[in-house]
């Protein structure tokens, strides 16, 4: 509407359309902005502009793609509030009909003309303005013209953009492998250091390091998910044994069996201290439902484990981790007695 406003009514239409753009590409510089001026202590700077320049590029395809679907969604939306209101107001049924996803018309793989032809409305649109914008102001087609040419060609960039890739075989180097095993033993090192007796052998929801070590005693169903199932990653990167395994899963799951529950669900958070439940007390369909494909999928480690050897070639690949994650370790005990000596 304010870009119609802009090639139509409004003096200076360059001005209102560059003004307008610069507004909806503002979170995307501020987000590139943010990535490049916070560096992670574990990349070096090559790898830091090489990861952010990527990221550049897939937020900058992202909002040339918004830009593109802007029509579309403004009619999506509109007829949404249409249909919202009436059900709500005038009929009052149809109030809990949804589509998933999956069973989505456009879920197949299908063609260019199909494409055009689900998103008819906004070529019809385009070609509405257009005719506006001849008609009360035509200098402004100038201005409005890459816009209407981008509109116009939406229904193509989202069928490319929704082919699926064909990806290659990727062979990670030697370095690639130490990186992303010590990735893995760092992040298991939290649930290691964390979930312990005197928290009930319940995740927290996260550790802060900085500017003072403070450890949030509060979980969620999806914590309780995870947790779980990095136990069972544990064990199959070698970090932990079967029995070690079971003791983990064990503890944790008789802590979850003393929590309060509303009619079988787990509420959203809670005091892993006193497993009492935090309030607003309520009940997340979100998290109720990621600790049930956290459950079904610890449910087929489980099941596998007798058929598993009792010393595996995985222990193996974590002892030859040990010497670099001792440099890593001494890395990081150097960076927090620096990170401590900066406060005073």
Known sequence: ??????????????????????????????????????????????????????????????????????????????????????????????????MPSGHSPLKKQIGLGAVYLHMWLESLLVLIISLLILFMNPPSFYAASPLLLLWLLAPGLAWKISNPDKEAAVELSEKQLEFLHCTARKTWSFFEEFVNEDGNWLPPDNYQEHPIAVVAYRTSPTNLGLNLLANLSAYDFGYITADDLIYRCSNSMMSMQKMERYKGHFYNWYDTLSLAPLYPRYVSSVDSGNLAGHLLTLRQGLLALPDQPIFTNAILKDYDQLPLLYVMLQKSIISNLLNQFSLY
């Open 1 to 98: 509407m304010l870009f119609v406003l802009g090639w139509t009514v409004l003096p200076f239409p360059w001005f209102w359309t560059m003004a307008l753009i610069s507004i909806i590409i503002l979170p995307v510089l501020i987000a590139v902005g943010w990535k490049l001026v916070n560096k992670p202590k574990d990349l070096s700077m090559k790898a830091h502009f090489s990861e952010v320049g990527l990221s550049t590029g897939d937020l900058m395809v992202r909002f040339i793609f918004e830009i593109a679907v802007l029509p579309f969604q403004a009619i999506l939306y509109t007829h949404a509030v249409i249909i919202t209101n009436w059900r709500m107001i005038v009929t009052g049924k149809k109030l809990l009909e949804w």
